[in-house]
């Protein structure tokens, strides 16, 4: 059973533009909801975790949002760059998984010069 | 946020061998977790780590097979024993700080069973 799906798989943008990455989740019993990036071959880089009691988070050119109700996350990238190319992912808390993730399978973006 | 080391980022292991991997925090963290990613997949929780006491274990996870150690705030070990192929993994430690804290995580160790 997938918990935490991740829309589109891949995604291929010219750089410059402006992107969203979505992510919907099962149980709407959410904690928290938390977005990764992965480079190949390395560890996760947090970057914007949102509050259940939270809309939206946003740092720098990304913004997070947050729709319990409907079970949904999406990330918006502004002016992508080629810097951007790695893998994102979600990972959602839910309200009785103590401090436990359950990860999206992730969503591979490739920004092109 | 916490500075997270893990060592070895890789290894190359024969089958039947065991591997430790060591996790090293830069402050004191509420609790540390051990995640696997096998290639091309995403990431799957093995066990979160207790400090003092043995580590609380996913579902298709035993002690016996990734035995784990926690005997401060800082350090956690995970030992990958009686390898074989199909351990061939990344090891991700990760912590957090506190209750509405966000996840961090080292920059993991890439285990290449032969």
């Known amino acids: 059973k997938q918990e935490v799906t991740q829309i589109p798989a891949a995604l291929s943008v010219p750089e410059g533009e402006n992107l969203v990455l979505n992510c919907s989740f099962t149980?709407?019993?959410?904690?928290?909801l938390q977005w990764f990036r992965q480079d190949p071959g390395k560890g996760l880089t947090s970057l914007l975790l949102?509050?259940?009691?939270?809309r939206e988070q946003t740092s720098g050119r990304l913004n997070a949002s947050l729709d319990k109700s409907s079970g949904r996350s999406t990330l918006y990238i502004a002016a992508s760059q080629p810097g951007d190319s790695a893998t994102y992912l979600c990972a959602r808390r839910g309200e009785t998984s103590g401090s436990r993730l359950t990860f999206g399978e992730g969503t591979q973006l490739t920004v092109n010069p | 946020s916490a500075v997270i080391s893990q060592k070895p980022s890789r290894d190359i292991c024969q089958r039947g061998t065991s591997l430790t991997i060591q996790c090293q925090v830069d402050?004191?963290?509420?609790?540390m977790f051990w995640y696997r990613q096998q290639p091309g997949q995403s990431l799957t929780l093995i066990a979160t780590?207790?400090?003092?006491?043995?580590?609380?274990?996913e579902s298709g996870f035993v002690i016996d097979k990734f035995p784990i150690s926690r005997p401060n705030l800082t350090f956690s070990t995970l030992t990958v024993s009686n390898m074989s192929p199909e351990d061939s993994s990344i090891y991700l430690c990760?912590?957090?700080?506190?209750?509405?804290?966000?996840?961090?995580f080292g920059n993991g160790t890439r285990l290449t069973v032969t």
């Open positions: 949102i509050q259940s009691s939270q």
């Open positions: 780590a207790n400090q003092g006491s043995e580590a609380t274990y």
């Open positions: 402050s004191q963290v509420t609790m």
């Open positions: 990760s912590v957090v700080e506190g209750p509405y804290s966000p996840l961090h």
């Open positions: 149980d709407s019993a959410i904690y928290n």
